[in-house]
């Protein structure tokens, strides 16, 4: 059982940058397919970034290519979102999530149902 605890989440102005970090403090996060996801409020959860069990391969939303990067540390066994420029409309919850299935090296699954370990959320907010 895989248990995920987010941090760095926070409060910051419109063009701010921050550092979003998830370690498991149960088990370990090597050679699992890991993501972050984000639940603002009134709308569903979407996915945000990925990057693959291999650590070979990353996959962003649209919404946040060129602004987002999904690092991977492997020698602290952690997962980070470094979120950059942000913009009012990033303000959400921001989810990791973790899954042990191996896919192939280049390919990151987006639908929430297809991850199994989740973390408690961090708060995320930019002001205009």
């Known amino acids: 059982q895989v248990q995920l605890v987010e941090s760095g989440g926070g409060l910051v102005q419109a063009g701010g940058s921050l550092r979003l970090s998830c370690a498991a403090s149960v088990d370990t996060l090597s050679r699992k397919c890991m993501a972050w996801f984000r639940q603002a409020p009134g709308k569903e959860r979407e996915f945000v970034a990925g990057?693959?069990?291999?650590?070979?391969?990353?996959k962003y939303a649209d919404s946040v290519k060129g602004r987002f990067t999904i690092p991977r540390d492997n020698a602290n066994d952690m997962v980070s979102l470094q979120v950059n420029n942000l913009q009012p409309e990033d303000t959400a919850v921001y989810y990791c999530a973790a899954d042990s299935r191996i896919y192939r090296v280049d390919y990151v699954p987006q639908a929430v149902s297809e991850y199994t370990y989740w973390g408690q959320g961090t708060q995320v907010t930019v002001s205009s």
């Open positions: 990057i693959s069990w291999s650590g070979t391969y990353r």
